[in-house]
T-cell receptor
């Protein structure tokens, strides 16, 4: 059974800091990994999708890496802003039908 | 280009009742997945529909059932509601290419279900 863990559960940083969010998974036989952002009480917004054959993806100030062999992914946020405050979730797709989510990291960026 | 739309946005039901939630996938997507998200937790996979059939199912009881229509829209039905069914229910659509999920999921804003 696939298990996904996100550490830390919560993170508070001053504006402008670079930060790293971690996601680990137990079964390395994944197809894709996707990072999402969720604002309180809202749905999920896709940030980055990394296919199993890729090692990283970049979008603006965000960079996500994937190391399948070690069961890890990181989301790097550069020059954090108060608008980045949200919960960040990672999801792994272990086969074409099922996905497993972590419980997320709640990020607070202080002005 | 419309994204994933879910209705209703909020719902209050009494324990023991039945509820139906609706989802219209993003244009061009053919697969719909449903998730239950309790407060402070990540979404839990309920099931996935493709070609009007349930393709995969998570660890949820038979009280949770679904349907997909020819236009790819979907319904989630929950019977005999329990207080513990109170959660945010999320619908996600995707494009299933062969057996690989190449494009990830697009999520709707969810339906907040409260069971009293």
């Amino acid at each position: 059974k696939q298990e996904v863990t996100q550490i830390p559960a919560a993170l508070s940083v001053p504006e402008g800091e670079n930060l790293v969010l971690n996601c680990s998974f137990t079964d390395s036989a994944i197809y894709n990994l996707q990072w999402f952002r969720q604002d309180p009480g809202k749905g999920l917004t896709s940030l980055l999708l990394i296919q199993s054959s890729q090692r990283e993806q970049t979008s603006g100030r965000l960079n996500a890496s994937l190391d399948k062999s070690s069961g890890r992914s990181t989301l790097y946020i550069a020059a954090s802003q108060p608008g980045d405050s949200a919960t960040y979730l990672c999801a792994v797709y272990s086969n074409a039908g099922k996905s497993t989510f972590g419980d997320g990291t709640t990020l607070t960026v202080k002005p | 280009d419309a994204g994933v739309t879910q209705s209703p946005t909020h719902l209050i039901k009494t324990r023991g009742q039945q509820v139906t939630l609706r989802c219209s996938p993003k244009s061009g997507h053919d697969t719909v997945s449903w998730y239950q998200q309790a407060l402070g937790q990540g979404p839990q996979f309920i099931f996935q529909y493709y070609e009007e059939e349930e393709r995969q199912r998570g660890n949820f009881p038979d009280r949770f059932s679904g349907h997909q229509f020819p236009n790819y829209s979907s319904e989630l039905n929950v019977n005999a509601l329990l207080l513990g069914d109170s959660a945010l229910y999320l619908c996600a659509s995707s494009l299933l290419t062969g057996v690989r999920l190449d494009y990830g999921y697009t999520f709707g804003s969810g339906t907040r279900l409260t069971v009293v």
